[in-house]
């Protein structure tokens, strides 16, 4: 434990406060800013996310420099707070398969939408946006921006234009998920990144690196088509997002003038930002400050929402994880209760990756509660004891987007463990390499050891909630099956439910896939979380929805 004491002393209290007041000090307003409507965030993020387009820092780079400042073919609807999120359209005003070929999808864009600096959104613009993360010829191609897309969407292949309102896109096998994943790709302005590229010293010769240099002056300078336009940027300190005025949706039209981001790592730095005044927004507040910001009159929002805190086991050789006796014990050994508690009550309980209301959660047999007594005989079945317990360790971070509250969240869960013979031990780094880690996989030097990753992650479609964690074909660095989980029998069960385009077949499809997950336990399911969010009672028109993302654009400042 001792790189737990070594960032709980480098993120001790005095000095992120410190960081959070240097950053807003830095960016204190102008006279002009003070006539503006501004909205100041707190991220859990210990960064920016990245600005060109594919964000980083998980979910909380599409949450906060995706959805407000891009937009992509297909997006959420962020609308409602009472149903889950559907897919709705976003560039593309429809969409349907090739029914002689079923590789084959056809996007109609909507017309007259423009980029923040003033080109059209049309189809060569969704081609090069495509090419850019898949295309290695082409001269904008951006490895940087491959891992964070191309296994968000890994059967998509290619861009055609049929004509400048319509493009095909071709995925390596029929896939029904297409439609959803590409709420991931965010399109970014051809013309604007070509003035960057043209903007490079000529001295700057090599293709590849007067790429690079132009992707760098485009995220210091970015484009793309949605309702808020970057204004000021400083890298590891903030960003500033302005309204959009001439938004192509009215509904999303920007009602906050400007919008400030500032990553807070810590909690309680974030919550001390909150109760002072320094902003106006919090993400995960400390569950032990909840009272407070009550009583002060802030609100807090909060819904059960698609997104699962779990621990990803490893199934490479040598893991103890490969018996599923192992597997299901640790699963029996979690109180969740408990830890909900310690929470202030915000996390739901999980029974697997779906809720168990759920179209896709099927009927496992296994059912995953707290049973120590059960717990504890299929360990003795299994070889450990008290005298002998498994020592094992786990990959795990100390903040980060969906991450909840680390720290208290996995001490928590280790000490239950501990009473079903279990000695886990914790490699705690910081969350964005953690996040790259999770493509690199348990075999790859990154894990140090680590049998198991805590990486959070959305359950909101098919791919993101089942498919690349159990699939032989996301295998690092295809996608995100960290654990090397998988075998034909789930390989069948994925194909069965990619290739059903009608939905209640393909609900039926990825039922009988969670079933067997559940039962099969490649992971340790220990929180479904409800996205605790705080903020000031200036700040009107918020809607939580049952969605990991949430749109600012809608809301407004008293």
């Not at 059209?120 to 090069?128: L, M, R, S």
């Not at 302005?189 to 992707?215: G, Y």
């Amino acid at each position: 434990m001792k790189q737990h004491k070594s960032f709980t002393r480098l993120m001790s209290k005095p000095l992120a406060l410190s960081l959070v007041y240097t950053a807003i000090a830095l960016g204190s307003a102008t006279p002009a800013a003070a006539q503006e409507k501004v909205l100041r965030i707190g991220m859990t993020a210990a960064d920016i996310p990245r600005t060109l387009g594919q964000p980083d820092q998980g979910f909380e780079g599409n949450r906060f420099t995706g959805i407000p400042m891009y937009d992509s073919l297909t997006q959420w609807d962020l609308s409602k707070a009472d149903v889950p999120s559907v897919v709705i359209p976003g560039l593309a005003t429809s969409w349907s398969i090739n029914p002689d070929d079923k590789t084959k999808w056809i996007f109609k864009l909507r017309p007259g939408v423009k980029f923040h600096d003033g080109s059209d959104v049309n189809a060569d613009a969704i081609v090069w946006n495509v090419q850019k993360v898949l295309d290695k010829d082409a001269p904008h191609f951006d490895p940087s921006q491959v891992g964070v897309t191309a296994s968000r969407m890994p059967t998509l292949r290619s861009a055609k234009k049929i004509d400048d309102m319509t493009v095909e896109l071709t995925t390596s096998e029929p896939d029904a998920f297409l439609p959803i994943n590409l709420t991931n790709l965010f399109i970014a302005s051809p013309k604007h990144w070509e003035a960057k590229l043209a903007a490079v010293p000529a001295s700057v010769t090599a293709p590849a690196e007067r790429a690079k240099a132009a992707w760098t002056a485009f995220a210091a300078d970015a484009s793309g088509s949605g309702p808020f336009k970057m204004a000021r940027f400083v890298p590891r300190e903030r960003l500033e997002m302005v309204a959009n005025k001439s938004y192509w949706d009215p509904k999303r039209m920007a009602k906050i003038d400007r919008v400030v981001l500032l990553p807070i790592p810590e909690a309680n730095a974030r919550t001390a930002a909150l109760l002072s005044g320094q902003v106006d927004w919090i993400e995960a507040p400390a569950p032990d400050s909840l009272p407070q910001i009550k009583q002060r009159g802030f609100t807090l929002y909060s819904n059960p929402q698609p997104h699962v805190w779990p621990w990803q086991l490893s199934f490479a050789e040598g893991s103890p994880w490969l018996d599923k006796r192992v597997r299901h014990a640790a699963n029996l050994c979690v109180d969740r209760a408990g830890l909900k508690t310690l929470l202030g009550d915000l996390m739901g309980i999980p029974k697997g990756t779906m809720a168990a209301d759920h179209p896709w959660f099927g009927k496992p047999t296994f059912d995953i509660k707290y049973d120590v007594d059960s717990a504890k005989k299929l360990m003795t079945e299994a070889g450990y004891s008290a005298a002998k317990p498994l020592k094992t360790k786990v990959q795990i971070s100390a903040s980060g987007s969906g991450q909840m509250m680390p720290l208290p969240m996995n001490e928590f869960v280790q000490q239950s463990l501990k009473q079903c013979f279990f000695d886990i031990d914790f490699d705690v780094i910081e969350w964005n390499t953690l996040f790259n880690n999770w493509r690199k996989g348990a075999k790859d030097p990154s894990a140090n050891g680590a049998t198991a990753t805590n990486v959070s992650f959305s359950s909101m479609d098919p791919f993101f909630g089942l498919v690349r964690f159990t699939s032989t074909k996301t295998f690092p660095p295809v996608s995100n099956n960290w654990g090397l989980f998988g075998n034909p029998e789930f390989d069948q069960l994925i194909q069965n439910a990619r290739t059903t385009f009608d939905d209640k077949p393909r609900d039926e499809a990825l039922a009988k896939l969670h079933t067997r997950i559940v039962e099969e336990a490649p992971f340790i399911w220990v929180a479904h979380d409800v996205g605790p969010r705080a903020m000031s009672p200036k700040v009107k028109g918020v809607v939580q929805p049952k969605n990991w993302f949430i749109d600012i654009a809608p809301m407004s400042i008293q």
